[in-house]
T-cell receptor, first 110, second 113 residues
Framework: GESVGLHLPTLSVQEGDNSIINCAYS??????FIWYKQESGKGPQFIID?????DKRQGQRVTVLLNKTVKHLSLQIAATQPGDSAVYFC?????????FGAGTTVTVRA | DVKVTQSSRYLVKRTGEKVFLECVQD?????MFWYRQDPGLGLRLIYF???????EKGDIPEGYSVSREKKERFSLILESASTNQTSMYLC????????????FGQGTRLTVV
């Protein structure tokens, strides 16, 4: 079946360190892979996407890596800040549907 | 600033009631979505709509229906609420079908007792 999933449900990171959040997917036909961030009490918010024919894309303090060989997606956050504490979802876009994984809760330690 | 507004933040309903969850977007987006969010399961797509009066089933449509009479409004209907429909419901919109950036409302936490 088709699924998008994350490797770890929780991640604790020291402030200032880099964070790496991982995701495995199974649908190779997806056109885009996307990362969303959900802060407490809010709806998810778009962070960055990557087209399926790309390997890497950088944004402001974030980098998304796509490894199609092993069907793996990761989000790297540089110099993690307290405001980065949130639930992070990977998602894929296929057949006009956005399908989300289970989410990783990132906690930033001061 | 883009905005997706869900009519209620919290709702408590009784088993068997008909429940309406309303969502309005002010961005003139073509596409609207309803998800439910449960711990450990992420967001699961219930229904989506790509135009007025058009709807498509998502991954978990059973027990739900939707209505889109106007472009800006997308309603989720629980025909006969059950306790397993207790969940957080999230509405979203996107500019075009296939777009990656969806804008979400703040969510409605529904409890069915």
């Amino acid at each position: 079946g088709e699924s998008v999933g994350l490797h770890l449900p929780t991640l604790s990171v020291q402030e200032g360190d880099n964070s790496i959040i991982n995701c495995a997917y199974s649908n190779s036909a997806s056109d885009y892979f996307i990362w969303y961030k959900q802060e407490s009490g809010k709806g998810p918010q778009f962070i960055i996407d990557i087209r399926s024919n790309m390997d890497k894309r950088q944004g402001q303090r974030v980098t998304v890596l796509l490894n199609k060989t092993v069907k793996h997606l990761s989000l790297q956050i540089a110099a993690t800040q307290p405001g980065d504490s949130a639930v992070y979802f990977c998602a894929e876009n296929h057949d006009y549907k956005l399908s989300f994984g289970a989410g990783t809760t990132v906690t930033v330690r001061a | 600033d883009v905005k997706v507004t869900q009519s209620s933040r919290y709702l408590v309903k009784r088993t068997g009631e008909k429940v309406f969850l309303e969502c309005v977007q002010d961005m003139d987006h073509e596409n609207m979505f309803w998800y439910r969010q449960d711990p450990g399961l992420g967001l699961r797509l219930i229904y989506f709509s790509y135009d007025v009066k058009m709807k498509e089933k998502g991954d978990i449509p059973e027990g739900y229906s939707v209505s889109r009479e106007k472009k800006e409004r997308f309603s989720l209907i629980l025909e006969s609420a059950s306790t397993n429909q207790t969940s957080m419901y999230l509405c979203a919109s996107s500019l075009w079908l296939g777009g990656t950036e969806a804008f979400f409302g703040q969510g409605t936490r529904l409890t069915v007792v």
